[in-house]
């Protein structure tokens, strides 16, 4: 029986994800789509989609062949509403765009969003529900936590770590063997040379602490 896949989040990034996944059930997956959820009922209201929202995310009961797939960018939204959604029975599904590479020792969890011409370099960690986005790149024995998210062209190179529940906005460059605390954020196109604590949101080349 074909998966059943769900986008959890309606709004841009979600129209982003549905065209994944069209790309990856016509490289061959066993999927099905049945819609998307947002508290937002009218979310695609002007869009043209073949599926509309079938409900709202807080309220609703997952059925036995539902596959999730998170399309939230915010770290702490995404947590709240995946672990209300797996409280209720509800299990997630990665999504791994074709043309992503995948190198060798790579581990991948639970509900990561893949997007396409993305790369994970040799002995690479990347935690449960991580997004990261459109040619972006982790390089060897990099480390991302749980619920992070990266957003496109973002260079995360060797040894680096990006901390559970952590944002970078597109353009980020990290330098070997640098850190971004857990939720932490760091600005668009910033250059983070020296570790970002936990907690802090970040701007600049360098990047530094915002006051």
Do not use: Q
Not at 71 to 76: D, E, L, S, V
Not at 151 to 175: N, P, Y
Request: net charge neutral; aromatic share 10%; with cysteine.
């Amino acid at each position: 029986m074909k998966k059943d896949i769900i986008i959890v989040g309606a709004g841009g990034f979600g129209r982003e994800v549905f065209n994944y996944i069209e790309d990856v059930i016509n490289a061959g997956a066993d999927w099905s789509f049945k819609g998307f959820l947002d508290d937002n009922l009218d979310a695609l209201a002007n869009y043209d989609y073949p599926k509309k929202v079938i409900g709202k995310i807080k309220n609703y009961i997952p059925c036995e062949n539902d596959y999730f797939i998170c399309a939230i960018g915010g770290p702490k939204l995404k947590k709240d509403l995946v672990s209300s959604l797996v409280e209720r029975g509800g299990k997630f599904e990665s999504l791994i765009h074709p043309t992503a590479r995948i190198g060798r020792n790579v581990h991948i969890g639970r509900g990561v969003v893949l997007c396409p011409y993305t790369s994970l370099n040799c002995d690479s960690f990347v935690g449960n529900y991580v997004m990261i986005n459109g040619m972006s790149g982790c390089g060897h024995d990099s480390y991302v936590g749980d619920y992070a998210t990266i957003s496109a062209h973002c260079d995360i190179t060797g040894f680096c770590k990006v901390g559970e529940g952590a944002f970078l906005a597109s353009r980020v460059s990290m330098r070997p063997g640098s850190k971004v605390g857990n939720w932490a954020s760091v600005g668009i196109g910033s250059c983070v040379i020296m570790n970002i604590k936990d907690g802090v949101s970040a701007f600049g080349n360098p990047a530094v602490a915002l006051k």
